[in-house]
């Protein structure tokens, strides 16, 4: 089979990180945009790319693109793709459709046409009056932009963020793959000591350890084209064997996490034993408003509770005032918080940030502010 193209969606703002992810997966050339990263692959690729994708959301198969300013060109571009090159005749087919910028607003319309016209064009080439849809899932989606449609297939099931080692939540986690981010953009490196003072469900500190040791972060799940007769057992075998063959042993990691809740730290430790890092990370009960810190030199990374009511912006006042005192004259240390709060600059009074990444977690606008520790001689 020629190559195919293939696109990894990820957060807004993690564009730079997928790219280089991709490239170093063996991809060279990778054309980006807001939110999707596109490269040629083959189709044995697709095992090792889900495995391995530790910042993207998702790994769709682009089947085709075309400008559709009217529901017939949507109906018919679509029924013209090879559908039947990739869906069985048994293939479930959920539809999923969203439209940007493009004369064709109806998010439901454009979903019932797309599922009309693969169901009529799989019938005919079939030669079949009727689809089951009792076999392996091919979930399309349809992203109109600006009036172009993408028509692709969903390779990963559900979202990459689901490692499969979260077992046990707390309050408003991070999604894995956006920890993961974060600890990239940080400057810590797997030498280094890193704590997260407020460690929730510990999941910064796993991916950490899982980028430290160099752990397929896909290596526990499974995922939707594993069912598509069209990839072979064989190649979802190998590429996990080369996954686990990957995996690095080394020096213990100096990773620490505290948290207030004693059910937070004991959801974090089933998490880290669950993806199996759990020796690589100490976690503790321990209010950040009485922790201290005896080493001159380190990594912060911390995503603050939101605060909602008044009472939370108090408790969150007091967080920050402690950060502060806790950090104020280790300038040996990095300091990187996560916080829709757009004051928190006004309380780390150590210097002003040396950069601010801006996000969403969820629906809710978050910065990323970073502060680099002074190096000395």
Not at 52 to 71: C, I, M, P, S
Not at 91 to 108: E, M
Not at 147 to 155: F, I, S
């Amino acid at each position: 089979m020629e190559n195919i193209s293939l696109i990894a969606i990820c957060k807004f703002g993690l564009e730079k990180l997928v790219k280089l992810e991709v490239i170093r997966l063996g991809f060279p050339e990778p054309v980006v945009s807001d939110g999707r990263i596109e490269f040629n692959a083959a189709l044995e690729d697709i095992p090792r790319l889900n495995l391995w994708l530790r910042y993207a959301d998702r790994l769709l198969l682009k089947v085709g693109e075309f400008k559709a300013l009217t529901f017939d060109d949507l109906y018919e571009q679509t029924r013209a793709l090879p559908w039947e090159t990739w869906i069985t005749p048994d293939g479930r087919l959920p539809v999923d459709a969203k439209s940007v910028k493009s004369a064709l607003q109806s998010v439901r319309s454009c979903q019932s046409i797309v599922k009309k016209a693969v169901v009529d064009r799989l019938q005919e080439k079939f030669r079949t009056a009727s689809l089951p849809e009792s076999g392996p899932e091919y979930a399309i989606q349809a992203a109109l932009l600006n009036d172009v449609a993408t028509l692709t297939l969903d390779t990963s099931g559900a979202g990459l963020h689901k490692r499969g080692y979260r077992t046990e939540n707390v309050a408003a986690p991070l999604k894995e793959t956006f920890a993961a981010g974060l600890v990239w953009l940080s400057p810590w490196r797997p030498d280094g000591l890193l704590i997260d003072p407020m460690c929730g469900s510990g999941t910064v500190l796993i991916e950490a350890a899982l980028q430290a040791r160099q752990i397929a972060p896909g290596l526990q799940r499974d995922f939707a084209a594993e069912g598509w007769p069209i990839l072979p057992a064989a190649h979802w075998q190998d590429a996990r064997a080369a996954a686990r063959a990957a995996r690095r042993t080394g020096p213990p990691l100096e990773l620490f996490g505290y948290d207030v809740e004693e059910t937070a730290v004991a959801a974090a430790r089933l998490n880290a034993a669950n993806a199996g890092v759990a020796e690589d990370i100490t976690f503790a009960r321990q209010d950040v408003r009485d922790l201290w810190i005896d080493r001159q030199f380190g990594t912060l990374i911390s995503n603050p509770p939101y605060g909602r009511r008044l009472s939370d912006f108090q408790e969150m006042n007091q967080i920050y005032i402690a950060l502060n005192k806790m950090l104020r004259k280790k300038t040996g240390w990095a300091v990187c918080i996560l916080t829709a709060d757009p004051k928190f600059p006004d309380y780390f009074k150590r210097a002003r940030p040396d950069r601010v990444r801006k996000f969403f977690n969820g629906r809710i606008r978050v910065n990323y502010y970073q502060y680099d520790a002074v190096k000395t001689a």
